[in-house]
């Protein structure tokens, strides 16, 4: 028998290759990664920020684009020869980006304040990050039904909700909360919902959750930080909640006792990472 040539081993060789390939691209594959990520400060904020545009925004700009297109090919229409009817595309492009203009400076506020509230969140994350360092577990946005927990601390000290409140301040006068435990004024006001009764609501519904899980009576601390303002507390008012700046944080959790044992710390970190990623799977799910 002659030996094969150059040229058979190449198509021997090529013929091979291809049902290698093929059964590659028949066989069912998934993804490696098996739990969805953690996720980050600011998420829900950044995602009701983009809901924002998808909802109220994009549409009308996407109407006026086109029909400004529209009203652009009839005015070439008309100086080139063709029957125009510039007029007419030309009015409803204008109303449309009327419509547009209007809407955007009535949600211009809005998103103004969901893009700070994004980046007040995304700063106190970053800063509460730096606890790792000194035995804390660190999770942002804890999604519930209808509500999110900006942050959730696990260390030596216990189990506390951080809820993050990204105001504006002032531009003259110093930026001044006032807190006796259980009203909260800022520069003189009531806001208009209570941080103190969503916070405490936010620490019975992880306590809830934790013990539900673990089996564990774990108690959980609510605190609420207010970005670059100045707390004034009256005395005994941070026994049930904390209000702080949050660079005050680390020293308050440096004069608390060691409530937690490392199994606790670990115990509860493992079950509330596992709900955030089944959470975060039923939500890719809808």
């Not at 028949?26 to 809901?51: A, F, H, M, N, Y």
């Not at 999110?148 to 990204?166: C, Q, R, S, W, Y």
């Amino acid at each position: 028998m002659d030996a094969p040539n150059k040229t058979d081993l190449r198509t021997m060789r090529l013929r091979q290759w291809n049902a290698k390939r093929d059964v590659k691209m028949t066989t069912p594959t998934k993804s490696p990664i098996t739990d969805k990520p953690l996720r980050v400060p600011g998420q829900s904020l950044e995602e009701e920020q983009r809901k924002l545009y998808e909802d109220k925004l994009e549409t009308p700009l996407l109407l006026a684009s086109c029909f400004l297109m529209f009203a652009g090919m009839e005015w070439l229409r008309y100086y080139v020869g063709f029957p125009p009817r510039p007029i007419l595309f030309t009015s409803v492009a204008l109303l449309l980006i009327a419509f547009f203009v209007w809407r955007l400076l009535r949600l211009l506020p809005q998103y103004r304040a969901l893009r700070q509230g994004v980046e007040g969140e995304r700063a106190v994350g970053q800063f509460l990050e730096r606890l790792r360092e000194k035995g804390y577990h660190v999770f942002h946005d804890l999604i519930g039904s209808g509500f999110n927990v900006d942050h959730v601390l696990i260390g030596p000290a216990g189990i506390f909700t951080v809820e993050t409140k990204t105001r504006s301040k002032p531009l003259r006068g110093e930026p001044l909360i006032k807190f006796d435990g259980n009203q909260l004024t800022i520069m003189g006001r009531e806001p208009d919902r209570n941080p103190i009764v969503q916070a405490r609501a936010q620490a019975a519904w992880l306590k809830s959750l934790l013990v539900e899980s673990t089996g564990r009576p774990l108690n959980v601390f609510p605190v609420v930080v207010y970005p670059g303002w100045f707390i004034e507390q009256s005395a005994g008012s941070l026994r049930s909640i904390w209000v702080l700046e949050p660079k005050a944080l680390p020293k308050f959790l440096e004069n608390e006792p060691n409530r937690l044992t490392p199994e606790d710390v670990r115990l509860a970190s493992y079950h509330l990472s596992r709900f955030i990623r089944a959470n975060e799977r039923d939500r890719s799910a809808r």
